[in-house]
């Protein structure tokens, strides 16, 4: 997989941190985007630390909520690699538990800023880029919320089945023409994003309660969702496209 060229939203931390690092040790050439330049340059570090075969590291700052923004780093990743051979659409935010009757609406408003139009955004310059090239692969962050109901989460999963859409309804537009969209369904894995749950302030809704919630009783690894990712975006899953593959513990079999 050397030569190739993949673009990571949100990859500073995380599920999308750990694809980074995945790619990187294969040998493929990694850009990371994210709103932290701190933290983007830490994770570029890290990512350099385990690259093989000659791989390069970047990070782009950049908030995907800006269709400008997200325009400029396809155009900053075409403009130095001359290619973008696959893109994982990881960006997104998980900003309240709550049922609806008290949830806050300006919460909802900034998850679909996010995780609805942010990552229609990236898809569309990536796919235009990639028509351009007749080949690319996308993979598309949805969740276990955006295949099945997620009590608390109304709002979130609301904004992860439009991810499912988004993914199901482009991959078909682009099957013939070589561009393969998926989309990942991760169950609860221990990042920042979750952090707020995990930190045992809650009796009715901590580790224990989350971890039971999945048939294998625990919390899934940012490694094991990374390796789902790198499998789409590869050749090796070349007659796949607009899948959502559910990495989740068992979670949406019940
Ligand atoms: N961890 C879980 O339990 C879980 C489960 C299902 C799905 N997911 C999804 O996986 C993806 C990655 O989340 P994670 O678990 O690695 O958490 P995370 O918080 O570590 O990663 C999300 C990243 O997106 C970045 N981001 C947020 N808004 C952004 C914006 N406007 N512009 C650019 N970057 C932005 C954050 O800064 C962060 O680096 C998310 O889309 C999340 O919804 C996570």
């Not at 893109?87 to 995780?115: C, P, Q, R």
């Amino acid at each position: 997989m050397t030569n190739q060229v993949a673009l990571i939203t949100g990859g500073a931390s995380g599920i999308g941190k750990e694809t980074a690092k995945k790619l990187a040790r294969s040998g493929i050439t990694v850009v990371i985007s994210g709103r932290r330049e701190e933290l983007g340059a830490a994770a570029v570090k890290e990512i350099e630390a385990v690259a093989t075969g000659g791989a390069q590291v970047r990070f782009i700052r950049n908030d995907v909520t800006s269709e400008v923004d997200v325009e400029a780093i396809i155009d900053q990743v075409v403009s130095e690699f001359a290619k973008l051979d696959m893109a994982v659409n990881n960006a997104g935010i998980s900003n309240e538990t709550a049922s609806i009757d008290l949830s806050d609406s300006g919460n909802f408003k900034a998850m679909i800023e996010t995780n609805i139009l942010g990552l229609y955004y990236c898809q569309k310059y990536e796919i235009r880029q990639m028509l351009k090239q007749s080949k690319g692969s996308i993979v598309n962050l949805a969740s276990i919320a955006g295949i099945n109901g997620m009590p608390w989460a109304a709002a979130y999963a609301a904004t992860k089945h439009a991810v499912a859409g988004l993914t199901k309804s482009s991959a078909l537009d682009h099957a013939a023409q070589g561009v393969r969209i998926n989309g990942v369904a991760p169950g609860a894995v221990k990042t920042d994003i979750i952090a707020a749950q995990l930190d045992g302030s809650d009796p009715n809704y901590n580790e224990e309660v989350i971890s039971a919630m999945h048939p294998m009783n625990r919390l899934g690894a940012p490694q094991e969702i990374a390796n789902g990712i790198a499998w789409l975006l590869s050749d090796e899953a070349s007659f796949v496209t607009g899948h959502i593959l559910a990495i989740d513990g068992g979670f949406t079999a019940k």
